[in-house]
């Protein structure tokens, strides 16, 4: 033990820095053949025990013993491991026991300290990626489905919505095909649902997007009855909002009922009003206008000086994109917030009004004072709706002291109100103080212009609607007004323009298609007329006079069976139009179809029957067809309920008379005496005329007129003579008879007279046909 221990010399007290040059020995490898631990570890198993973590040294620097002699100092080590910091051959140990830092065991033999690796060179260029992989194959076509989605929404946003859908089939074509090619190389779990069903919901919103109904219904549906979507429940409130639009009022209710069915308890929160809780109502308005909008008053932009750096500063930001920003935050804020007060309004309360007046007091106590004229204005509109005239004019009056834009909004429907009522001179009143408040209010210049159209005054209206269009040009009601008073004033072509305008603004109005394909029927260009009909009724295709009016087209075109088909079409859909059951029942009796024609003309007896002249071609249907019993006892009602009739009397004396019956005589009897009272009632006309005539020719110095006089009643009576010479004996054959011997008040479709159904005493489809055309106000103030 002795051995180890070195005493320093007393000559070396002062020397502080000896002893730092000196060799440790305990990591010379070449004392390792006398190092017995060593060699006992080498030779047994006792270096192959785990070593013991807090028996291993430090790795600190530890300071060699210094010694008198400059020795080497020998320091065994149970492990046989060197020290941190130890040199050895030259080079130093890195001071780290981790072996990921560079540290190796060849460092040990002398070589170079590179913990980065930098002596093995660059490291080997990546792999290239195998593109013809199925899997690489199906990632590019993931992404590229989802780029289609991407570029769908964007084209939607901008507007395009016909590229928009393009680009949303597309993306549904390529994801299917991505679907059955992981189908094929990996399981079907491993389908990515959450991409199947962005593509199907953003075709669907682009189909509707596009008017695309069915389309739309049908890929909802699709997600829908899948029940790997959770939540798709809700998406029947898109295929409610749809039937809304179809104005499918019935399934409508019965999708949005399906919907908050399916609505889970945690959403349950958001369907205050679903659920009728008044309270929570209430409480949630309250909080809704208590939500902070961090904007900037509009005082920040009114200049407090006459500075000109200042204005310029102003004007800089007066309409920039932050205050664009701040413009739309606010515009959206107050559209939540009256969009939620209109609908909690009337059920918060017992009635509408004290709700409104609730919903009022907690706007006027917030930051959106504002709104509550807006609210009023809303509330006698909501009085309209219920037909509560009175008190929709009464709510609107008590504006008109108010600020001008408040003042002329409530006179703008005011003058509304009272054109309804066809009350134009208030009307008219009522516009001019809203356009005297507001110069500006395209709504008030239109209803002026509504009041003096309604004088005929056509001129003077067509410069009120021009000068709306120039203060909007988006104001369609004035746009479309004018194409009517164009219309009126016979500038055709001027009328054609405003509406093909409206049309490119409004491409499924059907007043608007009504009135181009009306336009070109009165420039006499039936073939335009039709084609713009036939998009008519592909917007409504159960209007009954749209159907008519084509088929009246189709008729004067010479086209009897496409005539036929659209006014077969008009009675399916409204079997009460006089003009269209006419023209079937003829359409029978032309192609020899009599009996046919008899459930026409017996519903048009029906529909007036006091006019016996439906009753007569029904009997008259039953003779045509060798019914002659039925036609007997049809004629035999006739004369009960129209005893004076002469035309009933002669075909039951015809009738009579060739079946044998013994009642010719009564009836033949009956008929000597009505013609004779007609004839000496005619006579009485003539000579009242002839006095009149003479008379009237004496006090003019004029003798042409009465020789015209007489010669218009003589050629009257010679008419009546012939008919009732021409009347047939009892001898004759039935079917001899003329239709020239029925008197005029009576014609018979089967003679010359029924080739073609009379079309001048039709009433024409006309602007008149549609309650709201000249009215293009909006109720809502501007």
């Known amino acids: ?109 002398g070589s170079a300290f590179d913990p980065l690796g930098q002596s093995r060179g660059p490291a080997p260029p990546l792999e290239a990626k195998n593109e013809d992989s199925p899997e690489e194959k199906i990632r590019q076509l993931e ?202 309004a009337p059920v918060i309360e017992t009635s509408f009004a004290v709700g409104y007046d609730w919903c009022v007091e907690v706007v006027k106590a917030s930051q959106y004072v504002e709104l509550a004229n807006d609210l009023e204005i809303n509330k006698a509109i909501t009085y309209l709706r219920q037909k509560d005239f009175n008190q929709a004019v009464e709510t609107l009056k008590m504006f008109e002291k108010k600020d001008s834009r408040v003042k002329s909004a409530a006179a703008t429907n005011l003058s509304f109100l009272y054109y309804l009522e066809n009350e134009f001179a208030q009307a008219s009143s009522y516009a001019d103080l809203a356009v005297n408040s507001d110069r500006y209010n395209p709504s008030a210049l239109t209803n002026k212009g509504n009041t003096v159209f309604a004088n005929g005054d056509y001129e003077k209206a067509a410069e009120f609607y021009k000068e709306a269009l120039r203060n909007d040009s988006s104001c369609t009601e004035a746009l479309y007004n004018i194409g009517l008073t164009y219309k009126r004033l016979n500038r055709l072509d001027e009328a054609l323009d405003c509406f093909l305008k409206l049309h490119a603004i409004l491409r499924n109005s059907a007043q608007v298609l009504y009135q181009i394909a009306n336009v070109y029927e009165l420039m006499e260009d039936p073939n335009q007329a039709i084609e713009w009909l036939m998009q008519l009724i592909s917007v409504v295709p159960t209007d009954s006079r749209a159907l008519s009016k084509l088929g009246e087209l189709y008729d004067s075109e010479g086209d009897k069976s496409q005539a036929f088909q659209y006014y077969y079409e008009s009675y399916r859909y ?32 029906l529909i007036q029957p006091t006019q016996v002249k439906w009753q007569l071609m029904v009997a008259s249907c039953f003779r045509r067809s060798g019914n002659y019993q039925k036609a007997l006892d049809t004629y035999k009602e006739i004369h009960r309920k129209f005893p004076e009739n002469v035309e009933c009397l002669r075909f039951l004396v015809r009738l009579c008379t060739d079946i044998g019956l013994k009642e010719v005589q009564e009836y033949a009897t009956k008929l ?53 010479r021409a009347l047939p004996g009892t001898n004759e054959p039935y079917e001899s008879s003329s239709n020239k011997e029925i008197d005029a008040s009576y014609v018979d479709p089967l003679g010359p007279q029924a080739e073609r159904p009379k079309t001048a005493a039709k009433k024409r489809i006309d602007e008149d046909d549609f309650a709201d055309e000249e009215l293009g106000d909006d109720l809502l103030p501007e």
């Not at 409204?574 to 008899?598: H, M, R």
């Open 672 to 724: 000597k005496r009505l013609e004779k009272m007609k004839e000496i009632r005619e006579q009485r006309i003539k000579s009242g005329r002839d006095s009149s005539g003479g008379s009237r020719g004496r006090r003019e110095g004029s003798a042409g007129s009465d020789s015209g006089q007489n010669c218009t009643a003589s050629s009257k009576g010679e008419r009546l003579s012939a008919k009732l």
């Open 574 to 605: 409204f079997p009460s139009n006089i003009e269209v059951i006419e023209w079937l029942g003829a359409y029978y009796i032309d192609t020899q179809f009599c009996e046919k024609a008899i459930q026409y003309f017996e519903r048009a007896s």
């Open 1 to 109: 033990m002795m051995q180890n221990v070195h005493l320093a010399p007393e000559t070396d007290e002062d020397d502080l820095y000896s002893g730092y040059n000196d060799y440790n020995p305990t990591y010379d490898t070449e004392e390792l053949e006398n190092d017995t631990a060593f060699q006992q570890a080498v030779r047994t198993s006792h270096g192959r025990r785990p070593p013991i973590t807090a028996k291993i040294p430090s790795t600190a620097v530890t300071r060699p013993v210094a010694t008198g002699y400059g020795s080497k100092t020998s320091l065994a080590s149970s492990m046989g491991r060197p020290m941190t910091g130890a040199i050895q051959d030259g080079v130093t140990r890195p001071m780290t026991a981790v072996r990921a830092a560079g540290f190796t065991k060849a460092a040990l033999r």
């Open 143 to 344: 992404k590229k489905v989802n780029e289609l989605v991407e570029e769908s929404c964007i084209a939607n946003s901008c507007g395009d919505l016909k590229l928009a859908l393009e680009k949303a089939k597309d993306a549904g074509r390529k994801e299917r095909v991505l679907v059955r090619q992981r189908e094929q190389v990996t399981t079907p779990e491993s389908i990515n649902l959450d991409l199947t069903y962005s593509v199907l919901f953003n075709l669907a919103s682009q189909y509707s997007a596009n008017e695309m109904y069915a389309e739309a219904l049908n890929t909802y549906q699709v997600i829908v009855k899948n029940k790997m979507f959770s939540n798709a429940g809700r998406l029947k409130v898109n295929m409610g909002n749809i039937y809304l639009k179809q104005r499918n009022y019935s399934k409508a209710i019965k999708f949005y009922r399906m919907a908050l069915d399916q609505i889970p308890s945690v959403h349950k929160e958001m369907s205050y009003f679903a659920v009728g809780d008044r309270d929570k109502m209430k409480k949630a308005f309250q909080k809704l206008i208590a939500v902070p909008l961090e904007i900037d008053e509009d005082d920040k932009y009114i200049s407090p000086s006459d500075d000109p750096h200042t204005n310029l500063v102003i004007e800089a930001i007066k309409n920039d994109h932050l205050r664009q920003m701040e413009r739309e935050r606010k515009a959206m804020a107050e559209k939540y917030i009256m969009t939620a007060a209109k609908l909690i």
